[in-house]
């Protein structure tokens, strides 16, 4: 069974950085996109970016573009990162890493929406305090 799992979270203050990591049992580079998303209390799960593997494309909605960078590790065919910076209050909440391992169009979108994920890791929750 393939997993993927979260890491990296905890508690920064406002304008500070964080680094989350996700281990993927599988090579990432036979999934199609890999996406980071984050889920607030009482809101429903929402994309902060998406990676190509192959292509090393990144797609990120407008409220953490510039601010979040997405990235692989180059030694390694199982990890993808999500590089935070100048974060803000509203980036709390939990954070999953999840796969869409079949190569075919997205159903819906944009491209970070959850619904074209169908392989999911736990979370990991991020506080972002003043």
């Known amino acids: 069974q393939v997993h993927l799992v979260a890491s990296g979270g905890g508690s920064v203050e406002v304008g500070g950085s964080l680094r989350l990591s996700c281990v993927d049992s599988?090579?990432?580079?036979?999934?199609?996109?890999m996406g980071w998303f984050r889920q607030t209390q009482g809101q429903t799960r929402a994309g902060v970016g998406v990676l190509s593997p192959k292509s090393y494309s990144t797609w990120y909605p407008a409220s953490v573009k510039g601010r979040f960078t997405i990235s692989h590790d180059n030694a390694s065919n199982t990890t993808m990162y999500l590089h935070m910076t100048s974060l803000k209050s509203e980036d709390t909440g939990v954070y999953y890493c999840a796969a869409k391992r079949t190569f075919t169009e997205i159903k819906h979108s944009p491209v970070w929406d959850p619904r074209n994920f169908e392989s999911w890791g736990q979370g990991t929750q991020v506080t972002v305090s003043s």
């Open positions: 599988s090579n990432i580079f036979s999934t199609d996109l």
